[in-house]
C-alpha cells in the first residue's frame, strides 16, 4: 500500500509537473498531493501522451513510472532528450535491483524512488530536482572553469572536457563531477555528496551515488588514466593514479 500522510502545502509557484502513470489510483494519488503542495499538474497515463503533454506543457519535472502500456519510462526518457527535451525525470518503479537503476539513470534520469512508496518522500524529491535544476549557476558573475590534470569543467558555457574530448554529461552528472573537481585530492563521504549534488534534506539511499559514478567514470576514464577512485567504504576522491604525473603541470 502507498501511505498518504497529511500534507503541508509548500511554496510551489511557476512549476508545473507532469505525471506519468497508467495506475489511476495512484495517478490520482499523486496529482492530489502535488496540488496540495502547490504545483501545476498535468498527467498522462500513456508514453504517447506524456510525449505530447511534455511538448505542449514544457513541465518543470516529469514523475515517470517505468511501466506503461506502450513503452517503458527509460525508452521514453532516452527519446525526450534525443529531441533536446532535458526536463528532470523522477522515475516510480518496482524495479529495486542495481542493474535497473543503472539503466534508469543511464537513461537521462535524475532520480528514482521505488514503490510502494510514501507519498511525503515523493514530495521531498520533487522539490529536492526542482530547487538543484532552477538554482542559479552563480551568484557572482563568470565563474573560472575548474580544472584537474587535464580535466576541465566550465559552468558558464556547460562544457566539459578531457584533454581535447569533449563529454556530453546530463545535467546531474555535470553537478557530480563539479562537487568532485571543486574538492580535488579530497575524499568525499557519500552523504556529503548525496547532499551538495542532490540536496537532500535527509539521509537518503546513497546507492543513487554509486550508480552515477558509474556512469560519470564511463565518460571521464574512458580512454585516459582514471581519476575518480573509491575509498572502500567512505565514499570517491577525484586524484591522479599514485603514479601519474599531473598533465597539467607539463
Known amino acids: 500500500m502507498i ?6 502545502r509548500t511554496p510551489a509557484a511557476g512549476h508545473t509537473v507532469l505525471v506519468v502513470e497508467d495506475d489511476a489510483s495512484i495517478r490520482t494519488l499523486l496529482t492530489s498531493a502535488l496540488s496540495a503542495a502547490g504545483y501545476a499538474v498535468a498527467s498522462a497515463a500513456s508514453g504517447q501522451e506524456a ?40 522515475f516510480l518503479t518496482a524495479r529495486t535491483g542495481v542493474e535497473d ?18 507519498i511525503q518522500e515523493v514530495l521531498l524529491r520533487v522539490r529536492a530536482i526542482l ?9 557572482t558573475g563568470t565563474q573560472p572553469p575548474l580544472r584537474y590534470a587535464d ?26 563531477l563539479a562537487c568532485l573537481l571543486a574538492h580535488p585530492e ?13 540536496r537532500y534534506d535527509f539521509s537518503g539511499d546513497t546507492r543513487i551515488v554509486d550508480t552515477y559514478v558509474k556512469n560519470l567514470r564511463r565518460k571521464i576514464d574512458r580512454d585516459a588514466p582514471p581519476l575518480i577512485h573509491t575509498v ?7 586524484r591522479l593514479p599514485r603514479d601519474e604525473p599531473n598533465p597539467a603541470a607539463r
Open 186 to 198: 579530497r575524499v568525499l563521504e557519500k552523504p556529503e555528496i548525496l547532499q551538495q549534488v542532490w
Open 151 to 176: 580535466l576541465s569543467l566550465d559552468e558558464n558555457t556547460r562544457e566539459v572536457r578531457r584533454a581535447d574530448r569533449l563529454l556530453k554529461l546530463s545535467p546531474t552528472e555535470f553537478r557530480l
Open 101 to 118: 537503476r543503472i539503466i534508469g539513470l543511464s537513461s537521462g534520469g535524475d532520480d528514482y524512488v521505488t514503490k510502494p512508496f510514501h
Open 232 to 238: 572502500r567504504g567512505v565514499g570517491y576522491c577525484l
Open 51 to 90: 510525449m505530447f503533454q511534455a511538448g505542449s506543457r514544457r513541465p518543470g519535472l516529469i514523475v515517470l513510472d517505468v511501466m506503461l502500456p506502450d513503452t517503458d519510462g527509460f525508452q521514453l526518457t532516452r527519446d525526450l532528450r534525443a529531441q533536446g527535451v532535458y526536463t528532470p525525470v523522477l
Open 3 to 8: 501511505d498518504q500522510p497529511s500534507l503541508t
Open 131 to 139: 530547487r538543484r535544476s532552477n538554482a542559479p549557476a552563480s551568484t
